[in-house]
């Protein structure tokens, strides 16, 4: 493991924290507690908030968010891999933590050793999980219903009456959620998103008359929590908006409330240079001054996740209040940007993030990169410090 520092009120994984370069991504924790409070007023006080921090948190950080998210309101919170659950228990986070994706039926007892819930959807998984289980305490288990998603999940009434009468008769499992994920909640149409609760509903009546009460029903994730708010049963799943990017910008107008972009990205200009007309500018020699121009070298590139692509469809940057391009071929670690005017070294560049009155969005960088708000925070990478304030 890591060791773990304390800065201002939250844990950072030392790691992270490169002290030496001039490129960071700024984590703003009251945005995540804001998000969270906005989708509650959207929903019956009853309703739990599952705070999903998978991937690192979308590369916001796992431990912080968590941390955070229980603190403004969330009472679980959701993962892919067992491994992201570990990591959260090791760093002390106590809250009910669900794995949305499959784990392999021997890593079962992991999941039981840290007092993790996890998704099953499979009879075989059940029957060899339970070879390796010990006798107590009962594992807690969620079932995962496929209604439309064809990603994970049971598909059919036989194999949910088979395995909810394995989960009763077995007393290594306990079954205390059934869930399923919707696959058009971010578009605009409800005709899909309607079958699919259709078939959901179904399921959960059937469930019940083998098991008996089930205290966590749930299918919204972002885009249904916030769109279609109300007709939930007791549980959403909040992974995208908490970090305050809408699901999918084309439906973005249809959302109640304000959200609160939680990264921003920075770095500063590391030189500064007065290039002559026809001066070529990175690999391939690509861009070509068209005058004379002030030519500015910024520390990040690829290697950081700030994709090559970030240069096409008219990339652009902030420096001093002004949008500025990014010119030529972006580099493993770094990059060139055309100012306006002279600026001196350590000048800050934001390329995610707002300066004055202007903003460069995630909304914005993933439109640049015809790709999902998603993509953006997930693929800067490590090597990039994350600044919790
Ligand atoms: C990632 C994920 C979520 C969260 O989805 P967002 O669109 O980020 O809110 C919810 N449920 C499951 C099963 C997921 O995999």
Redesign the pocket.
């Known amino acids: 493991m890591n060791s773990w520092v304390k800065q201002g009120e939250f844990i950072v994984d030392t790691y992270r924290v490169n002290q030496y370069r001039d490129t960071w991504i700024d984590v703003d924790v009251k945005a995540i507690a804001s998000n969270i409070k906005a989708v509650k007023t959207l929903h019956h006080p009853d309703v739990n908030v599952m705070a999903?921090v998978?991937a690192d948190g979308?590369g916001h950080g796992a431990v912080t968010v968590a941390r955070m998210a229980i603190e403004s309101g969330a009472t679980w919170i959701?993962v892919?891999l067992l491994e992201e659950a570990v990591e959260l228990r090791e760093a002390g986070i106590d809250a009910p933590i669900l794995v949305?994706g499959r784990i392999n039926p021997q890593d079962a007892p992991v999941a039981q050793h840290y007092r993790v819930s996890i998704t099953v959807f499979q009879s075989e998984w059940l029957v060899e999980a339970s070879s390796y289980l010990d006798p107590e305490p009962p594992l807690d288990v969620h079932l995962k219903c496929d209604t439309g998603m064809g990603r994970i999940g049971l598909t059919d009434e036989q194999s949910l009456l088979d395995i909810t009468k394995m989960l009763k008769a077995d007393k290594k499992f306990e079954m205390t959620g059934i869930y399923t994920?919707l696959a058009t909640a971010?578009e605009w149409g409800s005709d899909y998103l309607t079958e699919q609760l259709k078939a959901f509903q179904a399921y959960v009546q059937l469930a019940k008359e083998t098991v008996g009460n089930i205290p966590h029903i749930h299918y919204s994730?972002?885009?249904a929590s916030l769109r279609y708010p109300g007709n939930d049963y007791n549980m959403i799943?909040?992974?995208?908006?908490m970090y305050g990017l809408v699901?999918a910008v084309e439906t973005a107008t249809d959302i109640p409330v304000s959200l609160k972009p939680a990264m921003s990205l920075h770095s500063r200009l590391t030189h500064v240079k007065k290039v002559q007309p026809e001066t070529s500018i990175s690999y391939g020699a690509t861009y070509q001054a068209s005058e004379e121009e002030w030519i500015g070298t910024v520390p990040i590139g690829y290697g950081d996740g700030w994709l090559r692509a970030n240069a096409t469809n008219g990339g652009e940057v902030l420096v001093e209040g002004e949008r500025c391009p990014i010119v030529g071929r972006i580099c493993m670690d770094q990059m060139m940007i055309r100012l306006p005017a002279e600026a001196p070294l350590g000048t800050k560049v934001t390329l995610i993030g707002k300066q004055g009155n202007k903003e460069i969005s995630i909304e914005e960088v993933s439109e640049r990169l015809s790709t999902i708000t998603?993509e953006i925070p997930c693929t800067l990478n490590s090597r990039i410090p994350r600044i919790y304030q």
């Open positions: 999903v998978k979308y959701g892919a949305l994920h971010d994730n972002s885009a799943r909040f992974g995208i908006s699901p998603y």
